[in-house]
């Protein structure tokens, strides 16, 4: 029996930001997640990625909760300077960005990977 595919849904329970902070997950992290899956259960299997969506919507989570807890990616001060900031997930890096009252996850990927490259790549996908 195949087991059962793990999404990633995340419900945010603000503390000590605004009540109504929103997240919004962009097509590029949704392309993210969806490639950390295939690999994770390609490579360790389902039980690990079960872990691994656990883990990152805990980060995810806890992004929500304190959005300014992140750090700014120093590879990204080339592309962008408007408050783009990371969390980290285990061997994953979560780039978001906040404004207003919402939490716009624009990237999920290997903190082992060359983001620059990885940035152009997703932009000529997106085009």
Same mark, same amino acid.
């Given at each position: 029996?195949?087991?059962?595919? *793990?999404?990633?849904?995340?419900? %945010?329970?603000?503390?000590?930001?605004?009540?109504?902070?929103?997240k919004e997950t962009m097509? @590029? @992290?949704? $392309? &993210? $997640?969806?490639? %950390?899956? *295939?690999?994770?259960?390609?490579?360790?299997?389902?039980?690990?990625w079960r872990q691994t *969506?656990?883990?990152?919507? &805990?980060? $995810?989570?806890?992004?929500?909760?304190?959005?300014?807890? &992140?750090? @700014?990616? @120093?590879?990204?001060? #080339?592309?962008?300077?408007?408050?783009?900031?990371?969390?980290?997930? &285990?061997?994953?890096? /979560? /780039?978001?960005?906040?404004? #207003?009252?919402?939490?716009?996850?624009?990237?999920?990927?290997?903190?082992?990977?060359?983001?620059? *490259?990885?940035?152009?790549? $997703?932009?000529?996908? %997106?085009?």
């Open positions: 029996m195949r087991p059962r595919r *793990s999404g990633l849904v995340v419900r %945010l329970a603000p503390l000590d930001v605004p009540e109504k902070i929103r097509t @590029a @992290a949704r $392309i &993210g $997640i969806d490639e %950390l899956r *295939s690999y994770v259960v390609r490579t360790f299997g389902w039980e690990m *969506s656990t883990q990152l919507q &805990g980060t $995810i989570t806890h992004i929500g909760q304190f959005p300014a807890s &992140g750090h @700014a990616p @120093a590879e990204l001060g #080339d592309f962008f300077e408007d408050g783009f900031r990371q969390g980290l997930s &285990g061997k994953n890096r /979560i /780039i978001y960005q906040v404004r #207003d009252e919402t939490v716009f996850v624009h990237l999920v990927v290997d903190a082992r990977r060359d983001l620059p *490259s990885l940035l152009q790549r $997703i932009v000529l996908r %997106l085009m």
